[in-house]
């Protein structure tokens, strides 16, 4: 995991000027010290005042966290360190991001930074300036969507044939009732798939319909139906039938909780092999990736990305290029 790229990015964007994280620190301490471009103990006192706000802290030690925990906090913050031995976890990182109330697409490049090799480092663009925390982006409105569900762990399994088209597309959902009686989930398809198996979980209810703009969907009967807080394993199976070369990509939204475990791999046929494969974060499915890093091929001609915080609202995925 690169934490000390992590770290960079982190301070990088509590420190840049044209972004608001740094407004929320400059007021609560005095200019950073020469070759420093962060004022910790400004840094500690949001902290502070997040863990008191969210009854983690109480007011008492409030003040006295700042100085007491301003070495550990220059060490996280530290991208110097070795990668072996940085400080910075996950831990850390979702409490910053919280308590400086950190914009969806920086906290995917921080993740993204976290999950990827060391020695990747992708600081913010100009184009990343946002004003505002994260429940002023339009997709925090209708967030989560009214599933009766929540998932556990995802597993998106995408595989692509000799002809460097996609052949299969295998979905591992474990899910838990938030309702009672939840009778049956969606499964989405893309309008190329062919045959749908129903591995494991339920059966097929339904016609196929149209639910969006190229994306096709059918339900899976529970029988019998789910109690609340009742879990159940989804196996499905899509067959494709691509009549030409689609884009060199596979991405998928967030789940409606941010910190459900995703695993998205990708395997190609070896007689069809990329040139170079990346790990990427979108805004939308029509926006360029906000952050991409690049990935390796394992023994069997596979790229796995696994993620463990992604936030709504985002897509995350592979994208690859052919060889000329």
């Known amino acids: 995991m690169g934490r000390a790229d992590a770290a960079a990015g982190l301070s990088a964007l509590l420190a840049a000027a ?30 502070a005042a997040h863990l008191v706000n969210t009854d983690r802290l109480d007011e008492v030690r409030e003040a006295a966290w700042p100085r007491v925990r301003k070495d550990w906090l220059q060490r996280c913050l530290n991208p110097s ?33 976290y999950d990827a090799p060391p020695g990747v480092l992708l600081l913010p663009r100009p184009a990343d300036v946002v004003d505002g925390p994260v429940d002023s982006e339009p997709w925090a409105q209708n967030w989560p969507p009214p599933h009766g569900y929540h998932a556990l762990s995802l597993l998106e399994e995408h595989v692509i044939g000799e002809d460097c088209r996609p052949r299969l597309h295998r979905t591992t959902l474990e899910l838990v009732a938030d309702i009672d009686d939840l009778h049956h989930v969606m499964y989405t398809f893309d309008p190329a798939t062919d045959v749908v198996e129903i591995e494991e979980g339920g059966q097929a209810l339904g016609q196929m319909r149209e639910i969006g703009a190229g994306l096709w969907g059918r339900e899976i009967l529970f029988d019998p139906p789910l109690a609340r807080g009742e879990r159940r394993r989804v196996v499905y199976t899509c067959h494709f039938h691509h009549a030409t070369h689609p884009l060199p990509i596979f991405r998928r939204g967030g789940s409606s909780r941010p910190k459900t475990p995703i695993e998205i791999r990708v395997r190609f046929d070896p007689e069809c ?30 790229v796995a990305v696994r993620l463990t915080l992604v936030e709504p609202g985002l897509l995350v995925g592979l994208r690859w290029t052919w060889p000329d």
């Open 18 to 47: 044209e972004l608001p994280y740094r407004r929320r620190w400059t007021p609560l301490g005095s200019t950073p010290r020469r070759g420093h471009d962060l004022n910790l103990m400004a840094v500690g006192r949001v902290i």
């Open 273 to 302: 092999l990329p040139a170079s494969v990346t790990h990427c974060v979108w805004l939308g499915s029509d926006s360029s990736p906000i952050v991409e890093a690049p990935a390796e091929l394992d023994d069997e001609h596979a």
């Open 81 to 113: 360190r070795p990668e072996q031995k940085h400080p910075l976890n996950r831990d850390f990182l979702v409490l910053v991001c919280d308590a400086f109330e950190l914009a969806p697409r920086h906290r995917a490049q921080l993740n993204t930074l």
